[in-house]
């Protein structure tokens, strides 16, 4: 195997907007192994190839591997767009060797663009577009979703409208059964059926 270049590389910038997952990832691995620092943006937006119930199927399959023995020691499963990428390269790596840690450790994935790579165009990987695939394909932000890690900001925000409605039906159910309540007691003191009064035997007496 090649040994890297002991000399510090500049940053690659991949955007990972409609790449499969697939390809990119072997792209990055490579260059890593090469010596280069390689950073991924859009992680969220790489797609995978195949149908939705396939790719989800797959990946919930693997949510369930689990041991019985230590927690500690238990595999971990990334939910998350940048964590699902970041494992996907690690995949490529010789990862029990220290060069496959190394390379490893000179690879960062993102979700969307951070501020500081935002006037930094990223590179296009030739051959990996997603507009060269035959058959359907999902982004990794729809899988990840699927699995309970990410969450688009359209979805957040009708989960909080949501959580505001049912606040505000149980809050004003709260005060209508108060006011129920309330109201029953007050009737229950202006109203007194005939014959049910109890008499004061004392002004009997006094009328006699």
Not at 4 to 30: C, F, H
Request: glycine share 8%; hydrophobic share 30%; proline share 7%.
């Amino acid at each position: 195997m090649k040994k890297p270049d002991p000399t510090p590389q500049p940053e690659e910038i991949v955007d990972a907007s409609n790449l499969i997952l697939g390809r990119m990832a072997s792209y990055v691995a490579k260059k890593a192994l090469d010596g280069n620092r390689v950073v991924v943006l859009n992680a969220e937006k790489a797609v995978i190839s195949g149908t939705k119930e396939r790719v989800v199927a797959r990946a919930k399959q693997k949510l369930k591997t689990r041991t019985l023995g230590n927690l500690e020691k238990s595999p971990t499963h990334p939910r998350k767009p940048d964590g699902y990428v970041r494992r996907v390269i690690r995949g490529m790596l010789p990862w029990k060797k220290p060069s496959g840690k190394q390379a490893f450790h000179r690879v960062k994935v993102y979700i969307g663009t951070p501020d500081e790579y935002r006037d930094r165009p990223g590179k296009k990987i030739d051959g990996a577009e997603s507009s060269k695939l035959r058959v359907p394909y999902i982004t990794v932000a729809r899988l990840s979703e699927e699995i309970g890690g990410y969450v688009t900001e359209c979805e957040e925000e009708a989960r909080s409208r949501n959580r505001e409605e049912k606040d505000c039906r149980r809050s004003g159910n709260r005060q209508a059964r108060k006011g129920a309540d309330l109201h029953q007691r007050h009737l229950a003191r202006i109203h007194v059926p005939r014959g049910c009064k109890d008499e004061d035997p004392r002004a009997t007496d006094d009328s006699r």
